[in-house]
């Protein structure tokens, strides 16, 4: 690489750094009308299916959404992200059940233990390259499904977390009502969204696409590549747990399912259900997902052979996610009308 290279790579994050602020206001902007609108929702439509549906978004969106950041943005293809969804329902519920803290401390807390978690397992995952590192990922999260199952006196073993998880009312907040735990799901939806979405297009988010690109040239303009795969590694693990602490409380408890590798598989489907080159792709994927599981279950037993079909239709049929297939349209049309 030449130096006249490495001096582009910097002026791209320095041009990435001048636009920030007019784009994280805007960003604020959508985010609080995002907000006011999933929060009147109810006010139109009165389905508690509905509102069980958005909820089961909020929690699969920011897991699949955290995973694009690791995928989509770096180029590390984790097998065991779920690890950290299964991890936060575990460590939410166990806080709630065992020690009786307000549901803000277990919140925090949950982070904490996953904070720790994710620092131990990426700071040895990140060191491996592709097919390695999925595998060691897939590896670690085998062993907290493990030993959620053999630890029976404190998980319950492979019944889960039963006795549901107690919810104490809290600044006026009370999650045994569906409506605030519908309200709480959209909010935390909305500001993991806008965190991420702040990340991906910070300095440090073109950081990570150089390194997906190449590592070696981020490395020769002086960037730090192991600290920055592991920031990146470690921030998706906060908002994975997030999305394992909403389910936790949707279904009042915590099962060995939530930290299985098929939660790593849907992950990973869903984005290329979504796209990886958007940052909405994964959140269409969720909706997509979800509606294929809700209505193909209902209608043939066989739903596990459509869904493989539909997985082959993306994948050999567009070979892209339905997001990356709708910009490249527009983008498409929108140069044929300005020839």
């Known amino acids: 690489m030449t130096e006249v290279q490495a001096d582009q790579g910097a002026h791209a994050l320095d041009a990435a750094d001048v636009r ?16 006011v609108i999933l929060a009147l929702l109810p006010m139109v439509f009165s389905s508690k299916f509905l509102l069980d549906f958005v909820i089961r978004c909020a929690a699969y969106g920011l897991f699949a959404t955290s995973l694009n950041l690791l995928v989509g ?18 460590g939410f ?13 277990a919140f925090v807390a949950t982070l904490a233990i996953t904070f720790v978690t994710a620092f131990v397992i990426g700071a040895i995952c990140v060191r491996l390259k592709e097919i390695y590192f999925a595998f060691v990922t897939l590896a670690f999260q085998m ?4 030993t959620i199952l053999s630890w029976v006196s404190l998980t319950g073993g492979d019944q889960g977390l039963r006795g549901g998880i107690p919810r104490p009312p809290f600044w006026g907040i009370d999650l045994s009502n569906h409506l605030h735990l519908y309200v709480t799901s959209c909010a935390l939806l909305v500001i993991g969204l806008f965190l991420m979405h702040q990340i991906a297009q910070s300095p440090f988010g073109y950081t990570l696409r150089m390194i997906r690109d190449n590592a070696t040239r981020a490395s020769f303009i002086g960037i730090d590549v ?5 920031t990146i590694f470690v921030l998706a693990a906060l908002f994975a747990s997030t999305g394992g602490v909403i389910m936790a409380l949707f279904v009042s408890g915590a099962y060995p ?16 259900l979504g796209g990886v080159t958007t940052f909405l792709g994964p959140m269409v994927g969720t ?32 070979r892209k996610g ?12 929108r140069d044929d009308r300005g020839k």
């Open 20 to 35: 920030a602020k007019p784009r994280r206001n805007r960003d604020v902007l959508i985010a609080l009308a995002a907000f």
């Open 73 to 90: 943005y770096t180029g590390l293809t984790s097998f065991g992200h779920g690890m950290f969804f299964g991890l936060g329902a575990y």
């Open 93 to 105: 519920g166990l806080m709630m059940q065992k020690t009786g803290v307000s549901v803000p401390v």
């Open 143 to 146: 062993l907290i499904h493990s």
């Open 226 to 230: 192991w600290r920055a795969k592991l």
């Open 257 to 272: 399912e939530f930290a299985y590798w098929t939660i790593s598989g849907e992950g990973i489907f869903i984005n290329m």
């Open 287 to 318: 909706v997509l997902l979800l509606i294929l599981n809700d209505t193909v279950t209902r209608l043939t037993e066989y739903h596990g052979l459509v869904l493989g079909i539909v997985i082959l239709f993306f994948a050999i049929g567009l």
């Open 322 to 333: 339905l997001m990356d297939f709708v910009i490249e349209w527009y983008a498409q049309r």
